[in-house]
């Protein structure tokens, strides 16, 4: 099992740029969750699924927007990226009341 | 809303020397999970604690579980250089979200 895997795993945009950030679970979860860390601020919440085609709202969902079409992708779009958004991002996929899985993460710098 | 302070922020220890991390609320916990992130890595599940005064180990670590469930803890006995990292604590909403309330993590250094 591949676990959770991100790609990008490094990207720098420009600002106004748009992208897309692609996270796959290969472990059957119903559980999704886009975080970004930044230094001194943990983890935080962007955006969240508790199953397929369903999404939700975290603690900072500004400018970001995402769709979970199949069970096992769960996708983070930046529309138009400003350097607030420069972070380090971790998909990470769950079972019900267990553990997080997380991915490598998605390092992107926005200039 | 609900928030989980954990202290302190950083710690240097001596190759050899114990340490400590504390995670705290206001609020009764449903649980508390734990994780490590390595350097330049991504956070690592190490551990669930769900009973009051549950006490866990694995290896030189130890977690407990306060007997009000508003306070935990993880003990490194003799730390390693390959104990560096962050330490992350972390509250599971108890609703049908599944969301983690994070703390802000303890960053360990280890002089060999």
């Known amino acids: 099992n591949a676990g959770v895997t991100q790609t990008p795993k490094f990207r720098v945009l420009k600002t106004g740029q748009s992208m897309t950030l692609l996270c796959a679970q290969d472990?059957?979860?119903?559980?999704m969750y886009w975080y970004r860390q930044d230094p001194g601020m943990g983890l935080r919440l962007i955006h969240y699924?508790?199953?397929?085609?369903?999404?939700a709202k975290g603690e900072v969902p500004d400018g970001y927007n995402v769709s979970r079409l199949k069970k096992q992708n769960f996708l983070l779009g930046l529309e138009s990226a400003a350097p607030s958004q420069t972070s380090v991002y971790f998909c990470?996929?769950?079972?019900?009341?267990?553990?997080?899985?997380f991915g490598p993460g998605t390092r992107l710098t926005v200039t | 809303g609900q928030q989980v302070m954990q202290i302190p922020q950083y710690q240097h220890v001596q190759e050899g020397e114990d340490f400590t991390t504390y995670c705290n609320s206001s609020?009764?916990?449903?649980?508390i999970q734990w994780y490590k992130q390595r350097p330049g890595g991504h956070p690592v599940f190490l551990i669930q604690?769900?009973?009051s005064g549950e006490v866990k180990k694995q290896k030189r670590l130890t977690f407990q579980f306060g007997e009000a469930k508003k306070n935990s803890s993880l003990h490194i006995t003799a730390t390693q250089t390959t104990d560096v990292g962050t330490y992350f604590c972390?509250?599971?909403?108890?609703?049908?979200?599944?969301?983690?309330?994070w703390g802000l993590g303890t960053s360990l250094a280890v002089n060999p």
């Open positions: 699924s508790v199953g397929e085609g369903t999404t």
């Open positions: 609020t009764t916990l449903s649980n």
């Open positions: 604690l769900v009973k």
């Open positions: 472990m059957n979860h119903e559980y």
């Open positions: 972390a509250n599971q909403n108890a609703g049908n979200n599944r969301k983690l309330i």
């Open positions: 990470a996929s769950s079972r019900d009341v267990y553990e997080q899985y």
